[in-house]
């Protein structure tokens, strides 16, 4: 291979890698679905909420809450720390407290979800989210430069299941129903904080079979500034 085609073949290799990079970067719009199986009318909202898993710029992320297992069925994904990331939003969105279903659009809109295309026009109105640069690579975080509101932001590691999954429901107000779920979430850590410095936070490995998200994001349940899935 001559000099001249070994430096073409280099260009585009390092072009391919660039755009793979810009690609893998994307911003992205969080989209927050909190819902219980307890709740007899989240299963629409539910559904709204596959139909936009698979939308490009779109993270779809379902929480499932706790505050409905009294009603006789006990939430197979439900947990505590769920619930209280949805009260944390309720005062900024001028709710009075939590409600199922919510679906909250990077951190800064809300809506009930379950009409149809109500999630679509929450996600055209509400954007992406638009901070600093923020990457997932060789065991690590990556969080580029920019403006911190208020001088920090939390980091937040999310851990979910990619896909749908049918839950059958023995008790409760959906007794008899087989609810899907799209990508729910498992488990939520804060892992530090981003004062606008470029800054990087060791990734902790993943459990078998689960995904990776992780948000930068406004304390005290505000805007989310980036988000990046794996």
């Given at each position: 291979?001559s000099?001249?085609?070994?430096?073409?073949?280099?260009?585009?290799?390092?072009?391919?890698?660039?755009?793979?990079?810009?690609?893998?970067?994307?911003?992205?719009?969080?989209?927050?679905?909190?819902?219980?199986?307890?709740?007899?009318?989240?299963?629409?909202?539910?559904?709204?909420?596959?139909?936009?898993?698979?939308?490009?710029?779109?993270?779809?992320l379902?929480?499932?809450?706790?505050?409905?297992?009294?009603?006789?069925?006990?939430?197979?994904?439900?947990?505590?720390?769920f619930?209280?990331?949805?009260?944390?939003?309720?005062?900024?969105?001028?709710?009075?407290?939590?409600?199922?279903?919510?679906?909250?659009?990077?951190?800064?809109?809300?809506?009930?979800?379950?009409?149809?295309?109500?999630?679509?026009?929450?996600?055209?109105?509400?954007?992406?989210?638009?901070?600093?640069s923020?990457?997932?690579?060789?065991?690590?975080?990556?969080?580029?430069?920019?403006?911190?509101?208020?001088?920090?932001?939390?980091?937040?590691?999310?851990?979910?299941?990619?896909?749908?999954?049918?839950?059958?429901v023995?008790?409760?107000?959906?007794?008899?129903?087989?609810?899907?779920?799209?990508?729910?979430?498992?488990?939520?850590?804060?892992?530090?904080?981003?004062?606008?410095?470029?800054?990087?936070?060791?990734?902790?490995?993943?459990?078998?079979?689960?995904?990776?998200?992780?948000?930068?994001?406004?304390?005290?349940?505000?805007?989310?500034?980036?988000?990046?899935?794996?």
């Amino acid at each position: 291979m001559s000099t001249k085609r070994i430096a073409l073949s280099g260009l585009l290799a390092a072009s391919l890698l660039s755009s793979i990079g810009t690609a893998f970067a994307q911003p992205l719009t969080v989209v927050e679905l909190f819902t219980s199986q307890g709740c007899s009318s989240c299963p629409p909202a539910n559904a709204n909420l596959i139909k936009v898993k698979d939308q490009p710029g779109v993270l779809a992320l379902s929480f499932n809450v706790t505050y409905w297992d009294y009603l006789g069925w006990k939430d197979t994904f439900g947990r505590e720390e769920f619930t209280q990331r949805q009260v944390r939003y309720e005062p900024s969105l001028g709710r009075s407290g939590p409600f199922t279903p919510q679906v909250v659009v990077n951190g800064g809109a809300d809506a009930v979800g379950a009409a149809p295309g109500e999630i679509e026009q929450l996600i055209s109105s509400s954007g992406h989210a638009k901070g600093p640069s923020l990457s997932l690579d060789g065991g690590k975080i990556s969080i580029g430069a920019g403006s911190a509101p208020g001088g920090k932001a939390d980091v937040w590691l999310v851990r979910y299941n990619k896909g749908v999954i049918e839950v059958p429901v023995a008790r409760g107000e959906n007794t008899g129903r087989t609810l899907p779920h799209a990508n729910v979430v498992h488990s939520l850590e804060k892992l530090g904080s981003w004062s606008g410095d470029a800054t990087s936070l060791p990734l902790p490995a993943a459990s078998s079979g689960l995904s990776t998200a992780v948000l930068v994001q406004t304390p005290g349940g505000g805007p989310i500034l980036a988000a990046v899935a794996n």
